[in-house]
C-alpha cells in the first residue's frame, strides 16, 4: 500500500546533512523525498496530492530516539510498544531505540524479533530494539550480539544498571567491534550510588535523602572512555548528567577515542531543586544535578561533545510514583515533552539556534546508530517531523499519547508544537488542533 | 476543627517555621508544663477531638510524650503501629491515610522511616498532621523541647552556642535542631566524624569541628546525638570503641573546658559510646528535663494546630486542681 504524495508547502526546510536552511516546498513520494525546492517550483502532476500549508513552520527531518523504554514484554499496564510508538510519532520522532531491560530481558534474537513485529504492527514511529549485553542483564555472561544484530538489534546496553564488571565491558567493546554497533552504558558505580534517591548536594542534605555523588558517573564514565581506547569498540554514553563527564569525553574525543554521549532534556533544563517537596516525578537516576552541571551540559550539546539528546523516556504507573520519595521508581515519560523542552531551554533560551538542535535529535543520532531518516536529502526515506517551533501549550499529562503521565513539566509552559510526523510518507501523527489542516484536492 | 491556626495546618519541620512562629510555641509550651505536675493531670481543651498516632517506626519515648500530650488535652488517641495493621499487609500509606480520614479524625502523629513521609501525608489529607520524625530529615517536636530546655537553662536562646555531636548525616534531630537555633539566633557548631557528617555541611550555616575537644572549649551546650550501631556495620566508622576515644564525650574532656557545659540528648543513650554514664548522670545533665518538656511542647503543638489562641494558653489549663 503506497501512501498519496505529499507536497509540503511554504515551510522552513532545515537538514543539518546537507546546510540547508531555506523556506520553500519538500515533495515525498513512494516513501522517499522526491524534492525540494523553493516555494511554488516543485510540481508534480496526476496523482492525488496531499498538500500541507507548512507557513510558518520547520520541517526538519524526524527525530531519532536513541533511549527509551517501552516497557513491553512484562509491564503493558505502563507502556506498550504501540503506546510507547505512538507517543513517539506525537513527539516528533519517526524513530527509537527500545532499552532491553524489559521482562524478561531483550537478551536473544526470539526477543529481538517480537519487539519489531509489534513495532511493525503498530505502525507509528519504527522501533529498534537494543539487545542486552549480558545474559538477562546480570552482567556475567556475554549475551548473542551476532544473532540479535541478524534479528535486528542496532546496539546493545545493559541500560537500568551499570556493567559492573570492568572485564566484561571490554570484551562487550571488543566483541561488538565485528558487527559495527555501539555499545550504551549506564555510567553508575554501584557502591557509590547504592540507595540513592537524588544527587548528593546541599538538597539531599536537606531532605535527609541519600545522595548519588557526581564521581558515581564520572567514575564509569573514564573507565568506559578509556576501555574504548584499549579496544576500539565504540562506547556510547547514556544520559549525561555532570559537568565532570563532560570534561572526560571531551578528553576522550581530543585523544580521538571513539567515544559518543548522550544528554536527556530533563538534564538540559531542570535542577535537584525540582526535588523540593520530594516531588517523585523528578526523581530519575541519573538525578537532576546541579545549575552548573545543567550549563555544562548545554555547552556540550551545542558544541558536540555530547553528540545527541535522548529522552531516557520512562513511563511508569501513576501509583507507583505516588509513594514515599526513597521507594519510588526512577524515570520520567520524555517522548512527547522533548522537542518543547529544548526549544524552550536550549533554542528560546540562547544556548543554540534550531539548526545545532535538528542535529543533535534526528541528524547525528541516525548516523550514530546507523538507522534510516535523520537527512532530507533527495531519494532518502521520508522521515519528517513538521513543527511550529514558537507555539506555546501548557503540558498536561492527561493528554498524553503514552500511557505514563509521570512528567516533571506538568503544569508547565512551554514553547514548541509538533504538527505532523511522517514515515515512510506516511503521516503517522497530526496536530488535533484545526490549525494545521492539509488541503486535499477534489478527486 | 480549624486549619488556620498560627501554625497553619501542620507540623512538618523546622525549616518551614519561622523564629517567631518558633517563639510562639514555645512560649505556649510554658503554661502547659504546670499541668503535668498536677494530681490530675489533665484539662478539657480537646476533648471531642480524635488524633491518630501512626507510627511505622518502632518508637518509646516520643510516642508515649504524644500520647500523654494527647491524653492530658483530652483527646481521644488511637496508636496505630506498622506490625499488625494493614501496613504490615503491603498497603500503601496514601491509602492507609485516605482510610484513617474515611473515619473523620482531626489529627495525625506520624513517624516513618521515609524522609518526607509526613509531608506526603499532609498533602493529601484535611487532617493535621504533625512529623514525629520522617526518616533522616526532621523531627520537629524533638527540636522544639530541646530549645525549649536550653532556654530554661540559659533564659535565652539568642546568642547561645550549640554544638550537636555525632551522626549528624543520618539525624533527623539534628537537621530540626539546625533549623530552629539558628532561626532563634544561637549559634550552631557540629562535631562528628566527616564520614558521618553530610557532605554538604558548609552550606548549612553552622561551624565544623573536627575534634570533640575544640567543640568542648567552645559551646555553651553539647547535644549529643545517639549513634546509631548499624552505622557501624554500614561501614561509615570502624569500631564503637574507637568512636568512644575519638568523639565520646567523656568527664575527663568536659573538665578541661573553660566552663561547665550544659548535657542533652534525645536518647535514647548508648552509654560508653556517644556519651560516658557519669556526664550523662552527672549535675549538668539535662536529659531528663528534655523528656518532660517533650510532653509540654507537643501539648503546645496540638493546641495551637487545633486552633487554639495562643493569649488564651493559659486559660485553656481549665480549672483548678
Given at each position: 500500500?503506497?501512501?498519496?504524495?505529499?507536497?509540503?508547502?511554504?515551510?522552513?526546510l532545515v537538514?543539518?546533512?546537507?546546510?540547508?536552511?531555506?523556506?520553500g516546498?519538500?515533495?515525498?513520494?513512494?516513501?522517499?523525498?522526491?524534492?525540494?525546492?523553493r516555494?511554488?517550483?516543485v510540481?508534480?502532476?496526476?496523482?492525488a496530492?496531499?498538500?500541507v500549508?507548512?507557513?510558518?513552520?520547520?520541517?526538519?527531518?524526524?527525530?531519532?530516539?536513541?533511549?527509551?523504554?517501552?516497557r513491553?514484554?512484562?509491564?503493558?499496564?505502563?507502556?506498550t510498544i504501540a503506546?510507547?510508538?505512538?507517543?513517539?510519532?506525537?513527539?516528533?520522532?519517526?524513530?527509537?531505540?527500545?532499552?532491553?531491560?524489559?521482562?524478561?530481558?531483550?537478551?536473544?534474537?526470539a526477543?529481538?524479533?517480537?519487539i519489531?513485529?509489534?513495532a511493525?504492527r503498530?505502525?507509528?514511529?519504527?522501533?529498534?530494539?537494543?539487545?542486552?549485553?549480558?545474559i538477562g542483564?546480570?552482567?556475567?555472561?556475554?549475551?548473542?550480539?551476532?544473532?540479535?544484530?541478524?534479528?535486528?538489534?542496532?546496539?546493545v546496553?545493559?541500560?537500568?544498571?551499570?556493567?559492573?564488571?570492568?572485564?566484561?565491558?571490554?570484551?562487550?567493546?571488543?566483541?561488538?567491534?565485528t558487527?559495527?554497533?555501539?555499545?550504551?552504558?549506564?555510567?553508575e558505580?554501584?557502591?557509590?550510588?547504592a540507595n540513592?534517591a537524588?544527587?548528593?548536594?546541599?538538597v539531599?542534605?536537606?531532605?535527609?535523602?541519600k545522595?548519588?555523588?557526581?564521581e558515581?558517573?564520572?567514575?564509569?564514565?573514564?573507565?568506559d572512555?578509556?576501555?574504548?581506547?584499549?579496544?576500539?569498540?565504540?562506547?556510547?554514553?547514556?544520559?549525561?548528567?555532570?559537568?565532570?563527564?563532560?570534561?572526560?569525553?571531551r578528553?576522550g574525543?581530543e585523544?580521538?577515542?571513539n567515544?559518543?554521549?548522550?544528554?536527556?532534556?530533563h538534564?538540559?533544563s531542570?535542577?535537584?531543586e525540582?526535588?523540593?517537596?520530594y516531588?517523585?516525578n523528578a526523581?530519575?537516576?541519573?538525578?537532576?544535578?546541579?545549575?552548573?552541571?545543567?550549563v555544562?551540559?548545554?555547552?556540550?550539546?551545542?558544541?558536540?561533545?555530547?553528540?545527541?539528546i535522548?529522552?531516557?523516556?520512562a513511563?511508569?504507573?501513576?501509583?507507583?510514583k505516588?509513594?514515599?520519595?526513597?521507594?519510588a521508581?526512577?524515570?520520567?515519560?520524555?517522548l512527547?515533552?522533548?522537542?518543547?523542552?529544548?526549544?524552550?531551554?536550549?533554542?528560546?533560551?540562547?544556548?543554540?539556534?534550531?539548526?545545532t538542535?535538528?542535529?543533535?535529535?534526528?541528524?547525528?543520532?541516525a548516523?550514530?546508530?546507523?538507522?534510516?531518516?535523520?537527512?532530507?536529502?533527495?531519494?532518502?526515506?521520508?522521515?519528517?517531523?513538521?513543527?511550529?517551533p514558537?507555539?506555546?501549550?501548557?503540558?498536561?499529562?492527561?493528554?498524553?499519547v503514552?500511557?505514563?503521565r509521570?512528567?516533571p513539566y506538568a503544569?508547565?509552559?512551554?514553547?514548541?508544537?509538533v504538527?505532523?510526523?511522517?514515515?515512510d510518507?506516511?503521516?503517522?501523527?497530526?496536530?488535533?488542533?484545526a490549525?494545521?489542516?492539509?488541503t486535499?484536492?477534489?478527486r | 476543627?480549624?486549619?488556620?491556626?498560627?501554625l497553619?495546618?501542620?507540623l512538618?519541620?523546622?525549616e518551614?517555621?519561622?523564629g517567631?512562629?518558633?517563639?510562639l510555641i514555645?512560649?505556649?509550651?510554658?503554661?502547659?508544663k504546670?499541668?503535668?505536675?498536677?494530681?490530675?493531670?489533665?484539662?478539657?481543651?480537646?476533648?471531642?477531638?480524635?488524633?491518630v498516632?501512626?507510627?511505622?517506626?518502632?518508637s518509646?519515648?516520643t510516642?508515649v510524650?504524644?500520647?500523654?500530650?494527647?491524653?492530658r488535652?483530652?483527646?481521644?488517641?488511637?496508636?496505630?503501629?506498622s506490625s499488625?495493621?494493614?501496613?504490615?499487609?503491603?498497603?500503601?500509606?496514601?491509602?492507609t491515610a485516605?482510610?484513617l480520614e474515611?473515619?473523620?479524625?482531626d489529627?495525625?502523629?506520624i513517624?516513618?522511616?521515609?524522609?518526607?513521609a509526613?509531608?506526603?501525608?499532609?498533602?493529601?489529607?484535611?487532617?493535621?498532621?504533625?512529623?514525629?520524625?520522617?526518616?533522616?530529615?526532621?523531627?520537629?517536636?524533638?527540636?522544639?523541647?530541646?530549645m525549649?530546655?536550653?532556654?530554661?537553662n540559659?533564659?535565652?536562646?539568642?546568642?547561645?552556642?550549640v554544638?550537636?555531636?555525632?551522626?549528624v548525616?543520618?539525624?533527623?534531630?539534628?537537621?530540626?535542631?539546625?533549623?530552629?537555633?539558628?532561626?532563634m539566633?544561637a549559634e550552631?557548631?557540629?562535631?562528628?566524624?566527616?564520614s558521618?557528617?553530610?557532605n554538604a555541611?558548609?552550606?548549612?550555616?553552622?561551624?565544623?569541628?573536627?575534634?570533640?575537644e575544640?567543640?568542648?572549649?567552645?559551646?555553651?551546650?553539647?547535644?549529643i546525638?545517639?549513634l546509631?550501631?548499624?552505622?557501624?556495620?554500614?561501614?561509615?566508622?570502624?569500631?564503637?570503641?574507637e568512636?568512644?576515644?575519638?568523639f565520646?564525650?567523656?568527664?575527663?574532656?568536659?573538665?578541661?573546658?573553660p566552663?561547665?557545659l550544659l548535657?542533652?540528648?534525645?536518647?535514647p543513650?548508648n552509654?560508653g559510646?556517644e556519651?560516658?554514664?557519669?556526664?550523662?548522670?552527672?549535675?549538668?545533665?539535662?536529659?531528663?528535663?528534655?523528656?518532660t518538656?517533650g510532653?509540654?511542647?507537643?501539648?503546645?503543638?496540638?493546641?495551637?494546630?487545633a486552633?487554639?489562641r495562643?493569649e488564651?494558653?493559659?486559660?485553656a489549663?481549665?480549672g483548678?486542681?
Amino acid at each position: 500500500m503506497t501512501a498519496p504524495a505529499v507536497l509540503l508547502r511554504g515551510g522552513r526546510l532545515v537538514d543539518p546533512t546537507q546546510k540547508l536552511d531555506q523556506i520553500g516546498d519538500l515533495l515525498i513520494s513512494d516513501g522517499r523525498i522526491e524534492a525540494f525546492g523553493r516555494v511554488g517550483e516543485v510540481r508534480r502532476d496526476g496523482d492525488a496530492l496531499d498538500t500541507v500549508d507548512c507557513t510558518g513552520r520547520i520541517v526538519s527531518p524526524g527525530f531519532v530516539d536513541v533511549h527509551c523504554h517501552l516497557r513491553e514484554p512484562g509491564r503493558e499496564e505502563v507502556e506498550t510498544i504501540a503506546t510507547g510508538a505512538r507517543a513517539a510519532a506525537a513527539g516528533g520522532f519517526t524513530a527509537v531505540c527500545a532499552m532491553p531491560n524489559t521482562d524478561p530481558v531483550t537478551d536473544n534474537q526470539a526477543a529481538v524479533g517480537f519487539i519489531i513485529r509489534q513495532a511493525n504492527r503498530a505502525g507509528a514511529a519504527r522501533v529498534f530494539p537494543i539487545g542486552a549485553i549480558s545474559i538477562g542483564q546480570q552482567g556475567k555472561t556475554l549475551a548473542e550480539f551476532g544473532e540479535m544484530v541478524g534479528a535486528g538489534a542496532v546496539a546493545v546496553s545493559d541500560d537500568g544498571k551499570p556493567v559492573v564488571s570492568a572485564q566484561l565491558m571490554r570484551t562487550a567493546l571488543e566483541y561488538a567491534r565485528t558487527f559495527g554497533i555501539p555499545v550504551a552504558d549506564h555510567c553508575e558505580e554501584p557502591t557509590l550510588a547504592a540507595n540513592g534517591a537524588m544527587n548528593e548536594g546541599i538538597v539531599s542534605a536537606r531532605l535527609g535523602l541519600k545522595g548519588i555523588p557526581s564521581e558515581a558517573e564520572e567514575i564509569m564514565a573514564i573507565r568506559d572512555i578509556l576501555l574504548a581506547r584499549r579496544t576500539g569498540g565504540h562506547i556510547h554514553l547514556c544520559h549525561m548528567s555532570t559537568r565532570g563527564s563532560v570534561e572526560l569525553i571531551r578528553w576522550g574525543k581530543e585523544r580521538g577515542i571513539n567515544v559518543t554521549a548522550e544528554a536527556c532534556p530533563h538534564h538540559l533544563s531542570l535542577t535537584e531543586e525540582a526535588v523540593e517537596g520530594y516531588d517523585t516525578n523528578a526523581k530519575m537516576n541519573p538525578p537532576l544535578r546541579t545549575a552548573d552541571d545543567v550549563v555544562a551540559l548545554q555547552e556540550a550539546v551545542r558544541d558536540g561533545t555530547i553528540d545527541v539528546i535522548a529522552t531516557d523516556h520512562a513511563p511508569h504507573h501513576y501509583d507507583e510514583k505516588e509513594r514515599e520519595f526513597a521507594d519510588a521508581p526512577n524515570g520520567i515519560v520524555g517522548l512527547e515533552t522533548a522537542l518543547a523542552v529544548n526549544l524552550t531551554w536550549l533554542v528560546h533560551g540562547g544556548v543554540m539556534d534550531v539548526t545545532t538542535l535538528i542535529d543533535r535529535m534526528a541528524c547525528t543520532p541516525a548516523r550514530l546508530f546507523k538507522l534510516p531518516g535523520g537527512t532530507l536529502r533527495r531519494g532518502s526515506v521520508a522521515d519528517v517531523t513538521v513543527f511550529d517551533p514558537d507555539a506555546e501549550w501548557t503540558v498536561d499529562p492527561a493528554r498524553f499519547v503514552s500511557k505514563g503521565r509521570n512528567s516533571p513539566y506538568a503544569g508547565r509552559a512551554l514553547r514548541g508544537v509538533v504538527e505532523l510526523t511522517l514515515v515512510d510518507g506516511r503521516v503517522i501523527h497530526r496536530r488535533r488542533e484545526a490549525s494545521t489542516q492539509g488541503t486535499r484536492p477534489p478527486r | 476543627m480549624s486549619a488556620a491556626g498560627a501554625l497553619g495546618k501542620d507540623l512538618l519541620g523546622l525549616e518551614d517555621l519561622s523564629g517567631d512562629q518558633i517563639r510562639l510555641i514555645l512560649d505556649t509550651a510554658e503554661p502547659f508544663k504546670e499541668i503535668s505536675e498536677r494530681a490530675i493531670k489533665k484539662v478539657p481543651t480537646l476533648r471531642g477531638s480524635t488524633i491518630v498516632n501512626l507510627f511505622f517506626e518502632a518508637s518509646t519515648r516520643t510516642r508515649v510524650s504524644f500520647e500523654f500530650a494527647e491524653k492530658r488535652l483530652s483527646a481521644d488517641t488511637v496508636n496505630v503501629a506498622s506490625s499488625g495493621s494493614s501496613v504490615s499487609k503491603g498497603e500503601t500509606l496514601v491509602d492507609t491515610a485516605r482510610n484513617l480520614e474515611a473515619m473523620r479524625i482531626d489529627m495525625v502523629v506520624i513517624r516513618h522511616g521515609a524522609s518526607g513521609a509526613a509531608r506526603f501525608l499532609a498533602e493529601r489529607i484535611e487532617s493535621n498532621v504533625i512529623n514525629a520524625g520522617d526518616g533522616t530529615h526532621e523531627h520537629p517536636t524533638q527540636g522544639l523541647l530541646d530549645m525549649l530546655t536550653l532556654r530554661d537553662n540559659f533564659g535565652r536562646l539568642d546568642g547561645i552556642k550549640v554544638c550537636i555531636c555525632g551522626d549528624v548525616l543520618h539525624s533527623r534531630v539534628a537537621r530540626s535542631n539546625i533549623w530552629g537555633l539558628r532561626k532563634m539566633g544561637a549559634e550552631v557548631a557540629v562535631c562528628g566524624p566527616r564520614s558521618l557528617l553530610p557532605n554538604a555541611i558548609g552550606e548549612f550555616g553552622v561551624t565544623v569541628f573536627e575534634h570533640i575537644e575544640d567543640a568542648i572549649q567552645w559551646a555553651d551546650a553539647l547535644n549529643i546525638l545517639r549513634l546509631q550501631l548499624e552505622r557501624m556495620h554500614a561501614g561509615y566508622i570502624p569500631s564503637l570503641r574507637e568512636y568512644n576515644r575519638v568523639f565520646g564525650v567523656s568527664r575527663e574532656r568536659l573538665e578541661r573546658a573553660p566552663k561547665d557545659l550544659l548535657i542533652l540528648h534525645p536518647g535514647p543513650m548508648n552509654r560508653g559510646v556517644e556519651i560516658d554514664s557519669d556526664v550523662a548522670d552527672g549535675p549538668h545533665s539535662v536529659i531528663l528535663d528534655q523528656v518532660t518538656n517533650g510532653v509540654a511542647v507537643r501539648m503546645a503543638v496540638l493546641y495551637l494546630l487545633a486552633g487554639g489562641r495562643p493569649e488564651l494558653a493559659e486559660a485553656a489549663k481549665g480549672g483548678g486542681r
